[in-house]
């Protein structure tokens, strides 16, 4: 065999799918080649805690080469656009790389220029995001010279990132303001396009809930149309206005630029269509994707990167050795829901099963939907083993690929 | 499975009134399901806008969201609100008859 598996990607799914891949064959037989733009690669979860000062930039980004095991070439060059009719990828310095098999990883990317006003006047200054380094340390300047007056949290549109993040920010701020004492001088509200906190019926409720002991105000079915920085107002295209002081915007998302680039490689938001039970592209057989870069109709998060690790490797492989695909993927989630305080919630689900009550992952596990000090403690200790078992392609002990069933309650037994 | 009358015929519909099977639409109920929307007549361009959403759901198996019709539809985003002010993705999928879009996860 003498084959080649290009990687476009090298964060989350495209470091932990090279190294999972790398032990099937020796180096002599298949080529395993990553490419990305830049080399660092961001603990994204890591963002969060950084407008609040507990994180720092530095901590959560390391060099992306490090994270690949020997026999996986590195190319840190960005790419100009996929010839899927050739099996190409060509990259920005004019070279052209053959592929057998292609793993599209590279994301998502912030798209802020797609609403008006957006990065205009005040962006910076009292108009930010925390879904990127640059926007995250700007944000806890911010924070820290921010005495008081109205604080919004706005999500533009779906798909983000982590949608429990925006929320986890409003929790995360009301700790932070009591902390300083100055909690009852801010006005916390969270705008959200959804029509409640949260897109699960049963997640949703629970979260409305807490947003509501924690006095965060909730605005739904907002669909911000302008953000006015040096008015200091959100404007919904229904012509509803929210007024700010300081606004935390999660901006749309879409996928990496060259996937436009690319006829026949993604949709209209440059994610690339795949079958959501086996990540197989549904226009090519030898092209698939991982993580935030899929089109399937689950979070775009880490845990469901990692999930999707399993079936992805697996599916390369039967490709390589033409058996037919393994179509196990279940749209498994699990997100730990900062609340503040030093506590968390836990929500874990897939494609059928909303996130309901219960432990994860048997029933002497965490608890599920509900605030405790195990959760927070899962949380952070989540960052190590995310660089020393999850990107090395190891498996976690206890933390299976497809959603665990027992430890939930479900509708007849709550 | 709660059921509506469009047309003088009984379609099942889901608890918020959107078509559970979108082949039991006919042209002929969409004026009825807008009037129900507050839309007393349905315009050229909004017509255009429900033909493409039948369109994209037969061809995607999902209705398109407000930002995805925006830009593939021909119609920008502020004209779809201004077409459909409660939501064009939501209002547009329910007179069109097919499922609400799925794209908000």
Same mark, same amino acid.
């Given at each position: 065999?003498?084959?080649?598996?290009?990687?476009?990607?090298?964060?989350?799914?495209?470091?932990?799918? *090279?190294?999972?891949?790398?032990?099937?064959?020796?180096?002599?037989?298949?080529?395993?080649?990553?490419?990305?733009?830049?080399?660092?690669? /961001?603990?994204?979860?890591?963002?969060?805690?950084?407008?609040?000062?507990?994180?720092?930039?530095?901590?959560?980004?390391?060099?992306?080469?490090?994270?690949?095991?020997?026999?996986?070439?590195?190319?840190?060059?960005?790419?100009?656009?996929?010839?899927?009719?050739?099996?190409?990828?060509?990259?920005?310095?004019?070279? +052209?790389?053959?592929?057998?098999?292609?793993?599209?990883?590279?994301?998502?990317?912030?798209?802020?220029?797609?609403?008006?006003?957006?990065?205009?006047?005040?962006?910076?200054?009292?108009?930010?995001?925390?879904?990127?380094? +640059?926007?995250?340390?700007?944000?806890? $300047? *911010?924070?820290?010279?921010?005495?008081?007056?109205?604080?919004? /949290?706005?999500?533009?549109?779906?798909?983000?990132?982590? @949608?429990?993040?925006?929320?986890?920010?409003?929790?995360?701020?009301?700790?932070?303001?009591?902390?300083?004492?100055?909690?009852?001088?801010?006005?916390?509200?969270?705008?959200?396009?959804?029509?409640?906190?949260?897109?699960?019926?049963?997640?949703?409720?629970?979260?409305?809930?807490?947003?509501?002991?924690?006095?965060? %105000?909730?605005?739904?079915?907002?669909?911000?149309?302008?953000?006015?920085?040096?008015?200091?107002?959100?404007?919904?295209?229904?012509?509803?206005?929210?007024?700010?002081?300081?606004?935390?915007?999660?901006?749309?998302?879409?996928? *990496?630029?060259?996937?436009?680039?690319?006829?026949?490689?993604?949709?209209?938001?440059? =994610?690339?269509?795949?079958?959501?039970?086996?990540?197989?592209?549904?226009?090519?057989?030898?092209?698939?994707?991982?993580?935030? *870069? %899929?089109? /399937?109709?689950?979070?775009?998060?880490?845990?469901?990167?990692?999930?999707?690790?399993?079936?992805?490797?697996?599916?390369?492989?039967? =490709?390589?050795?033409?058996?037919?695909? $393994?179509?196990?993927? $279940?749209?498994?989630?699990?997100?730990?829901?900062?609340?503040?305080?030093?506590?968390?919630?836990?929500?874990?689900?897939?494609?059928?099963?909303?996130?309901?009550?219960?432990?994860?992952?048997?029933?002497?596990?965490? @608890?599920?939907?509900?605030?405790?000090?195990?959760?927070?403690?899962?949380?952070?200790?989540?960052?190590?083993?995310?660089?020393?078992?999850?990107?090395?392609?190891?498996?976690?002990?206890?933390?299976?690929?497809?959603?665990?069933?027992r430890g939930k309650q479900t509708e007849s037994a709550r | 499975m709660p059921t509506a009358t469009y047309a003088g015929k009984a379609v099942t519909v889901?608890?918020?009134?959107?078509?559970?099977?979108?082949?039991?639409?006919?042209?002929?109920?969409?004026?009825?399901?807008?009037?129900?929307?507050?839309?007393?007549?349905?315009?050229?361009?909004?017509?255009?806008?429900?033909?493409?959403?039948?369109?994209?759901?037969?061809?995607?198996?999902?209705?398109?969201?407000?930002?995805?019709?925006?830009?593939?539809?021909?119609?920008?985003?502020?004209?779809?609100?201004?077409?459909?002010?409660?939501?064009?993705?939501?209002?547009?999928?329910?007179?069109?008859?097919?499922?609400?879009?799925?794209?908000?996860?």
């Amino acid at each position: 065999m003498d084959k080649r598996i290009v990687f476009l990607g090298g964060g989350t799914g495209g470091t932990l799918g *090279a190294n999972r891949l790398r032990r099937l064959w020796p180096v002599e037989d298949v080529e395993i080649v990553v490419v990305d733009r830049n080399d660092d690669h /961001v603990y994204q979860p890591g963002l969060l805690f950084v407008p609040f000062g507990l994180a720092h930039t530095e901590e959560i980004v390391r060099p992306r080469h490090h994270q690949l095991h020997q026999g996986i070439e590195f190319r840190q060059v960005p790419v100009e656009r996929v010839d899927i009719a050739t099996d190409t990828v060509h990259l920005e310095d004019g070279t +052209a790389l053959g592929y057998d098999v292609l793993v599209v990883a590279s994301g998502s990317i912030l798209v802020e220029e797609e609403t008006e006003g957006l990065t205009g006047p005040g962006w910076m200054e009292k108009v930010f995001t925390f879904y990127d380094i +640059a926007g995250a340390a700007a944000l806890h $300047d *911010a924070l820290d010279a921010f005495d008081g007056g109205r604080m919004v /949290v706005n999500v533009v549109d779906m798909p983000i990132k982590c @949608p429990v993040a925006p929320l986890e920010f409003c929790f995360l701020a009301d700790w932070y303001f009591q902390q300083r004492g100055i909690r009852d001088k801010v006005e916390l509200t969270y705008v959200t396009p959804l029509d409640g906190a949260f897109t699960k019926p049963v997640a949703s409720k629970r979260l409305a809930g807490l947003m509501e002991e924690k006095g965060v %105000a909730l605005v739904t079915e907002f669909n911000t149309g302008q953000v006015d920085g040096s008015g200091g107002r959100l404007v919904a295209y229904d012509g509803r206005q929210v007024d700010f002081d300081l606004a935390v915007v999660v901006p749309l998302h879409g996928g *990496a630029s060259y996937v436009a680039r690319s006829p026949g490689l993604g949709d209209e938001l440059g =994610f690339v269509p795949v079958d959501e039970h086996t990540l197989q592209s549904v226009s090519s057989p030898n092209i698939f994707a991982i993580g935030d *870069a %899929a089109g /399937v109709p689950t979070s775009k998060a880490g845990s469901v990167t990692h999930f999707e690790g399993e079936v992805l490797v697996e599916n390369v492989r039967r =490709f390589l050795a033409d058996e037919p695909l $393994d179509a196990s993927y $279940d749209g498994h989630a699990n997100c730990f829901i900062e609340t503040g305080f030093g506590k968390a919630l836990l929500i874990d689900f897939n494609y059928d099963t909303e996130p309901l009550p219960g432990h994860y992952p048997t029933s002497v596990g965490l @608890p599920l939907l509900k605030e405790s000090r195990l959760n927070h403690l899962g949380k952070l200790m989540f960052q190590t083993l995310y660089w020393h078992s999850l990107l090395p392609g190891r498996d976690l002990p206890g933390v299976g690929s497809a959603m665990p069933a027992r430890g939930k309650q479900t509708e007849s037994a709550r | 499975m709660p059921t509506a009358t469009y047309a003088g015929k009984a379609v099942t519909v889901n608890d918020e009134g959107f078509f559970e099977d979108p082949s039991q639409w006919t042209e002929a109920m969409a004026p009825e399901i807008a009037r129900a929307e507050g839309i007393e007549e349905l315009t050229e361009p909004q017509w255009q806008v429900i033909k493409f959403m039948r369109a994209e759901y037969a061809e995607k198996g999902t209705g398109p969201t407000v930002r995805v019709l925006g830009k593939t539809s021909g119609v920008s985003v502020k004209e779809l609100y201004q077409l459909f002010p409660k939501g064009p993705a939501k209002v547009a999928a329910k007179i069109a008859g097919i499922p609400k879009p799925r794209g908000c996860i």
